[in-house]
């Protein structure tokens, strides 16, 4: 019989593995770059949706993700030019979190686990930030991201969160 500790740390391995395969196989809807701060309203055939976040969260956010996210994924979110190209080291340079790279393809719950426990497991190099970070300055940082996504990016993300979720809210605190 298997342990039980083992299983777990089995099933922890195959979570952060699938979320790697989710991240390189997703290949996100390009947008204008000049569009992405100014298409903030939601076409006429999406719904709006009401955001997880508050403003005080998009706040803190935005200092959390000064000192932390920054002077890799650059200080507007747009990430590096050329994020989808590995660099000398064979790893993916920081992606765009703006809604304009593969970001908002995955559920909140993903997004946190990518953020507490790093890059490396999807073949990056940004940091684990668990032990730096507790989870409440982990979720003011994606509202801060998420901020930055138009209302049509965020009703998509919105509808994959929900499906991922069984069709149940997840805790947004």
């Not at 979570?15 to 809807?29: D, F, K, R, S, T």
């Not at 709006?48 to 000192?67: F, H, I, S, T």
């Not at 747009?78 to 970001?103: F, Q, V």
């Not at 719950?109 to 940004?126: H, N, Q, Y």
Request: proline letters at 8%; one cysteine or more; hydrophobic letters at 40%.
């Amino acid at each position: 019989m298997v342990p039980l500790s083992m299983v777990t740390q089995m099933t922890k391995m195959v979570l952060v593995l699938g979320a790697a395969l989710v991240l390189i196989a997703c290949e996100g809807e390009q947008t204008d770059p000049k569009a992405r701060w100014t298409d903030t309203a939601a076409p006429a055939s999406a719904p709006v949706v009401m955001r997880w976040y508050n403003p005080g969260q998009v706040e803190a956010g935005a200092a959390l993700y000064a000192q932390h996210c920054a002077s890799c994924h650059k200080s507007n979110a747009e990430g590096t030019p050329d994020w989808k190209t590995r660099d000398a080291n064979g790893k993916l340079p920081p992606p765009p979190l703006n809604g304009t790279a593969h970001a908002w393809h995955h559920p909140l719950d993903v997004l946190r686990t990518v953020v507490k426990r790093g890059g490396a497991p999807v073949g990056g190099s940004m940091p684990a930030f668990d032990e730096k970070l507790a989870p409440q300055e982990i979720d003011a940082i994606l509202a801060w991201v998420q901020s930055h996504w138009s209302d049509k990016i965020y009703a998509i993300w919105h509808e994959r969160d929900l499906a991922a979720s069984g069709g149940l809210q997840a805790t947004r605190k």
